[in-house]
């Protein structure tokens, strides 16, 4: 048995051990939080949909991790393996090294909670088995090990009186590493479904092209404060700086500018972030959210992807040193991103309904041609869910995500004609899954487009329609 399955077989051997530990009802263990807190996960998670916060856990995370008695062992695991397949075959569009099979996908490490009464932490790492990697290294998949969320926190609380202006006000700081992940409602984009996907098909995500502010897109070592007035004001302001070097290089591991797989991003200087929302008070059941969000992010390139580039109309960088060296001197591309997000709940047992929705707008300015043929580009994205769960135990789901913008040869350009494509895309996500445990969940889930790349039937050129890159997930996630 070489390497490659050996690493491929340890995380199956893992989950047939935690299967078994499950079978002797050692499921009492429960993650992290829940053990550190004594609840069970419905009280944190609404329904039991990790990673869907309910107003305490919303409390719990602003309140730095902290509440509960600190724990001896201050970790746990989460495991997800399935088997995605495109439409037009298990090597479609886009796709690399599917199989059809159930094969393990993630293993995340989750470590943290309360670490002092007011200082915390969500430190997650994550080992990714196959996974499609980008760059200019030879292998198109490999295992990785990294930094996944990081979030650590201080954290203080003020109660006043009933007749005080302000009777309620949590403050705190963060360093964390990625844009959004600070937030605590669901329609941020950090944290919106669909929340699990394949490392072998990304059409398990949903849209080919997102915006700037979008899942996983700045990461980036980051700073902020935050504050929330009487349970109903929030707001935060974070900034993002460069990644891969210096002292919070750890927070973006394994992105250096010596891995051919994995550059950094380089920020110009400190660049903003900033959420502000109004959250209802809780009502029979039902609580609602209102909020406004944004990001301007400068951001440099790599010196590969220059040289890379056909659209670049610069002056050629002057480069030397590690492969990923940032190109300084080919300017920056500018993102301007500002969205308008919202949540409703009903939460009262057995039933648990959820819906979110956000609408972005993003400028970009890209005058020397780094990613983009046009200097200025626009893009209008719209996500949405609903999901209804009964008993904890029983969940459906339904997502619609759709993109506009500017054709542009960042897109690709149509083989017939050699018109610029677009990032226009529409697509569906519903999904159903059984839960009979807390920490154990099965997931079938379908991304069917009905647009995608800027058209429905031949949008490439190529004779391919929208629906070859539909995908189907079934997925297993457990968390010990």
């Known amino acids: 048995m070489n390497s490659m399955n050996k690493l491929k077989t340890l995380p199956l051997s893992l989950l047939g051990l935690l299967l078994f530990f499950i079978s002797f009802n050692y499921a009492e263990a429960l993650p992290l939080f829940s053990r550190q807190t004594g609840q069970n996960c419905v009280a944190c998670h609404a329904g039991g949909q990790y990673p869907e916060l309910t107003p305490y856990g919303r409390y719990f995370k602003l309140m730095a991790y902290t509440i509960g008695e600190r724990t001896d062992l201050p970790i746990s695991v989460q495991f997800v393996g399935g088997a995605a397949t495109s439409t037009n075959g298990n090597n479609g569009t886009g796709q690399v090294h599917q199989s059809g099979q159930l094969e393990p996908n993630y293993l995340f490490l989750d470590v943290g909670g309360k670490i002092t009464d007011n200082f915390g932490a969500f430190s997650q790492w994550y080992y990714a088995i196959d996974e499609q990697v980008s760059g200019k290294g030879s292998i198109p998949n490999q295992n990785q090990f990294a930094a996944d969320i990081q979030d650590w926190r201080y954290a203080d609380h003020f109660v006043g009186n009933s007749a005080d202006t302000v009777k309620d006000f949590i403050w705190g700081a963060s360093l964390n590493n990625y844009a959004g992940a600070t937030d605590v409602w669901n329609s941020s984009p950090m944290w919106m479904y669909p929340y699990m996907g394949s490392t072998r098909n990304y059409s398990t995500y949903g849209l080919p092209y997102n915006t700037r502010l979008s899942a996983y897109s700045v990461h980036n070592p980051g700073y902020g404060v935050y504050g929330y007035v009487n349970q109903n004001f929030y707001g935060e302001v974070n900034l993002y700086q460069s990644g891969g070097s210096g002292p919070l290089s750890w927070m973006t591991y394994p992105a250096s500018n010596s891995n051919p797989n994995s550059a950094p991003a380089y920020l110009q200087g400190l660049n903003p972030y900033f959420r502000f929302a109004y959250q209802s008070d809780e009502h029979d059941g039902h609580n609602w959210m209102l909020g ?11 010196c590969n992807t220059v040289a890379d580039s056909s659209s670049y109309k610069g002056t050629a960088p002057t480069c030397g040193g590690p492969v990923n060296s940032p190109a300084l001197s080919a300017g920056t591309i500018k993102y301007q991103d500002r969205a308008i997000d919202g949540q409703y709940q009903y939460l009262a047992d057995p039933h648990t309904v959820t819906a979110q929705a956000r609408y972005t707008k993003e400028n970009i300015s890209d005058p020397t041609g780094i990613f983009y043929s046009n200097p200025n580009n626009k893009t209008n994205s719209f996500m949405s869910k609903v999901s209804y769960v009964y008993n904890a135990t029983y969940g459906a789901a339904v997502a619609f995500q ?21 990032p226009n895309s529409t697509a569906w996500i519903p999904s159903i899954w059984y839960q009979p445990l807390q920490n154990l969940r099965i997931t079938y889930q379908y991304t069917a487009f009905t647009k995608y790349n800027g058209g429905t039937i031949n949008y490439n050129g190529l004779g391919t329609n929208a629906s070859a890159n539909n995908a189907s997930w079934l997925y297993l996630w457990l968390a010990m």
């Not at 406004?292 to 790599?302: D, E, T, V, W």
């Not at 759709?402 to 677009?422: F, S």
């Open 402 to 422: 759709n993109i506009t913008g500017t054709g542009d040869g960042h897109y690709g350009v149509n083989a017939l004609t050699g018109a610029n494509l677009n």
């Open 292 to 302: 406004f969000l944004g990001a301007n992010i400068n951001q440099y390139s790599s």
